[in-house]
T-cell receptor, first 116, second 114 residues
Framework: GAVVSQHPSWVICKSGTSVKIECRSL??????MFWYRQFPKQSLMLMAT?????????EQGVEKDKFLINHASLTLSTLTVTSAHPEDSSFYIC????????????FGPGTRLTVT | RKEVEQDPGPFNVPEGATVAFNCTYS??????FFWYRQDCRKEPKLLMS???SGNEDGRFTAQLNRASQYISLLIRDSKLSDSATYLC???????????????FGKGTLLTVNP
């Protein structure tokens, strides 16, 4: 149980284009999903907390107009990287906290974004 | 002081060795603590939660010392498959925003050699 999927698993795009990443909880409902970014040999950095039916909460230094988050249902959250630049190239990982659960989060397999 | 600080590593040990990871956290109000493992270019996977009384799961033992704000993970009889990066993770219990946020340490890379 507690499986989280992400799509796509990797994407290459050109500078200036937008990329949408989907995060789904497959066998449980999640009121809260989290989006992280991880650069090589660095720790996971939380970008934003996504709550179903409400606006996402962004961490300090993360531009909300650049990283659009939508949490339309209890099983789906999306992250759109708008006007991507090479410095946005990173490993984007989502996680989901089960409805009624405690602090444990289950992670998706990640999306590797390369902006050329 | 960083929110979550771990041994920088890397650790290289032979099969069968016992290895210990240490972690400190800065927020004394933190409520929940975890160890995750992350394989190269993969997502983190929960290894075990850490409870005040300490807990054991097979070859893995986790300890928490709230007074010292210190968490440890001990792996006994290490296997080749234990090679991974071990992440110390803390719920910082912020007063605002989501109470379910997790803060990750930078991780300690373990390589178990045959």
């Amino acid at each position: 149980g507690a499986v989280v999927s992400q799509h796509p698993s990797w994407v290459i795009c050109k500078s200036g284009t937008s990329v949408k990443i989907e995060c789904r909880s497959l066998d449980f409902q999640a009121t809260t999903m989290f989006w992280y970014r991880q650069f090589p040999k660095q720790s996971l950095m939380l970008m934003a907390t996504s709550n179903e039916g409400s606006k996402a909460t962004y961490e300090q230094g993360v531009e909300k107009d650049k990283f659009l988050i939508n949490h339309a249902s209890l099983t789906l959250s999306t992250l759109t990287v708008t006007s991507a630049h090479p410095e946005d190239s990173s490993f984007y990982i989502c996680s989901a906290r089960p409805l009624g659960g405690t602090y444990e989060q289950y992670f998706g397999p990640g999306t590797r974004l390369t902006v050329t | 002081r960083k929110e979550v600080e771990q041994d920088p590593g890397p650790f290289n040990v032979p099969e069968g060795a016992t290895v210990a990871f240490n972690c400190t956290y800065s927020n004394s109000a933190s409520q929940s603590f975890f160890w995750y493992r992350q394989d190269c270019r993969k997502e983190p996977k929960l290894l075990m939660s850490v409870y005040s009384s300490g807990n054991e799961d097979g070859r893995f033992t986790a300890q928490l010392n709230r007074a010292s704000q210190y968490i440890s993970l001990l792996i006994r009889d290490s296997k080749l498959s234990d090679s991974a990066t071990y992440l110390c993770v803390v719920n910082p219990k912020n007063s605002g925003g989501s109470n379910y946020k997790l803060t990750f340490g930078k991780g300690t890379l373990l390589t178990v050699n045959p």
